[in-house]
């Protein structure tokens, strides 16, 4: 009997099979499988040195795979060209500093790739303003970045991946080094954003005030999946496989942020 062709609403938002990578000569990914579908809230977890923010890397086409496969929205990555449906936040070491922007510059940044010759128009500048408004920096919109805090400036990274209105949203280590009143700002617009029916892939090293949002946690170890399941509880977590305890501000998994299309 044939089988029914998937329709797009059933394709996976994200399939990565087989996947393997490297950073210089060191193997990082060992053949990680990882599917994220539609709506989904999915974290990925592990130890520092897991593969985690690579993984990441490899799914916006920040790093190769040596091996394996990968798709988009049903389209092979080598095919796939609709960027403005991506929002990616990567880590916040990472991000340009010391660039003499304001807030609103920044964040307007996000929507350039949904715009006609890099020109904004009402629509843009309503986005615009609604992701400032969902991590509560709408008062800073004149402020230059370089004034702000760290938990300020990691609320503008992930203001200006909403603005762009994604379908999928991408975020490396989010809460690392950000105060509880931000993780608890960043928490409340990451609920805002799930509740429009987003689809999101978190790099976390722990689920901390997002635990109640995550659908499903991936653990990996040494570029493995060890576990992909539900979440573990917030007393138990540890238990997991492959899931060791990192102090937010410790050095992250991956090399510096090479430059990208989403970046």
Not at 26 to 55: I, M, Q
Not at 214 to 222: G, T
Request: net charge negative; glycine share 10%.
């Amino acid at each position: 009997m044939q089988s029914t062709p998937r329709t797009a609403e059933d394709q996976p938002v994200i399939s990565l099979r087989g996947a393997t990578a490297s950073l210089g000569s060191r193997p990082v990914l060992r053949g990680v499988d990882l599917t994220v579908h539609r709506g989904e809230v999915v974290a990925l977890l592990g130890a520092n040195g897991s593969g985690k923010s690579t993984a990441v890397r490899a799914v916006v086409g920040q790093v190769p795979l040596t091996d394996g496969t990968l798709s988009l929205f049903g389209t092979e990555f080598q095919r796939f060209r609709q960027w403005s449906r991506i929002g990616y936040v990567p880590q916040r070491t990472t991000a340009a500093s010391g660039v003499p922007a304001t807030v609103r510059e920044v964040v307007s940044s996000g929507r350039l790739a949904r715009s006609r010759f890099g020109i904004l128009r009402r629509a843009d500048k309503d986005a615009v303003t609604r992701a400032l408004a969902l991590v509560d920096m709408e008062a800073y919109g004149d402020a230059s970045v370089n004034a702000l805090s760290g938990g300020q400036h990691q609320r503008v990274l992930i203001a200006r991946a909403l603005a762009v209105e994604p379908e999928l949203l991408i975020m490396d280590e989010p809460m690392a080094g950000v105060d509880l009143a931000n993780q608890e700002v960043l928490a409340n617009a990451l609920r805002e954003q799930v509740s429009t029916g987003s689809t999101v892939l978190l790099v976390l090293h722990e689920l901390g005030a997002l635990e109640p949002l995550i659908d499903r946690a991936v653990v990996l170890r040494d570029g493995c999946v060890v576990h992909d399941g539900p979440p573990p509880e917030a007393v138990g977590q540890h238990a997991l496989p492959g899931h060791d305890h990192v102090h937010p501000h410790a050095a992250h998994d991956a090399e510096p942020l090479r430059t990208g299309l989403l970046s």
